[in-house]
T-cell receptor
Framework: AQSVTQPDIHITVSEGASLELRCNYS??????LFWYVQSPGQGLQLLLK??????LVQGIKGFEAEFKRSQSSFNLRKPSVHWSDAAEYFC????????FGAGTRLTVKP | NAGVTQTPKFRVLKTGQSMTLLCAQD?????MYWYRQDPGMGLRLIHY???????AKGEVPDGYNVSRLKKQNFLLGLESAAPSQTSVYFC??????????????FGPGTRLLVL
């Protein structure tokens, strides 16, 4: 069955520390891959997406993600987290339709 | 350019009442979607539309109906609300016919509480 998994429900990092949010998928073929961010009380905003080509994708707000076919993963990273990055992050995968992961809530400690 | 807007922002219903959620987009997008967001479950697709006058079921369509009479509007109806429909509802739109490849643009959400 097609699925997308975000193993971490909640992550806390200190401001200035690095961040990695995990996303794994299970699809018959390589799907299109997305990361969205949802700030409190807001809708979702696209951070970055991967269709093909270079497996390291740059997005907005200093985020990047790496596609690893062998691991069926598309992890989101940021070298230095800012307090304003506190939000919920959703991985999404699409082939014939779009499926969202359950989300990872990021808390940033001062 | 307002993007995607949703009306209302918050609503409380009693079991059995009906209501309609309105989504409007000003980006001339062909595709529009209704999702519900529940804790620990991410977003789940309720219904979607690939163009004016056409709608289709998503992952969790039961208890909901939709209409797309105008390209810019997508309505989500609850005919007889149930407590299980307490959720946050998001509308989204995207540009082209490659539905799952395209970036979706989201509205701010409608929080619905059914008592």
């Amino acid at each position: 069955a097609q699925s997308v998994t975000q193993p971490d429900i909640h992550i806390t990092v200190s401001e200035g520390a690095s961040l990695e949010l995990r996303c794994n998928y299970s699809y018959g073929a390589t799907p299109y891959l997305f990361w969205y961010v949802q700030s409190p009380g807001q809708g979702l905003q696209l951070l970055l997406k991967y269709f093909s080509g270079d497996t390291l994708v740059q997005g907005i707000k200093g985020f990047e993600a790496e596609f690893k076919r062998s691991q069926s993963s598309f992890n989101l990273r940021k070298p230095s987290v800012h307090w304003s990055d506190a939000a919920e992050y959703f991985c999404a995968v699409g082939l014939n339709d779009m499926r969202f992961g359950a989300g990872t809530r990021l808390t940033v400690k001062p | 350019n307002a993007g995607v807007t949703q009306t209302p922002k918050f609503r409380v219903l009693k079991t059995g009442q009906s209501m309609t959620l309105l989504c409007a987009q000003d980006m001339n997008h062909e595709y529009m979607y209704w999702y519900r967001q529940d804790p620990g479950m991410g977003l789940r697709l309720i219904h979607y539309s690939v163009g004016e006058g056409t709608t289709a079921k998503g992952e969790v369509p039961d208890g909901y109906n939709v209409s797309r009479l105008k390209k810019q509007n997508f309505l989500l109806g609850l005919e007889s609300a149930a407590p299980s429909q307490t959720s946050v509802y998001f509308c989204a739109s995207s540009y082209s016919s490659s539905g799952s490849r395209e970036t979706q643009y989201f509205g701010p959400g409608t929080r619905l509480l059914v008592l």
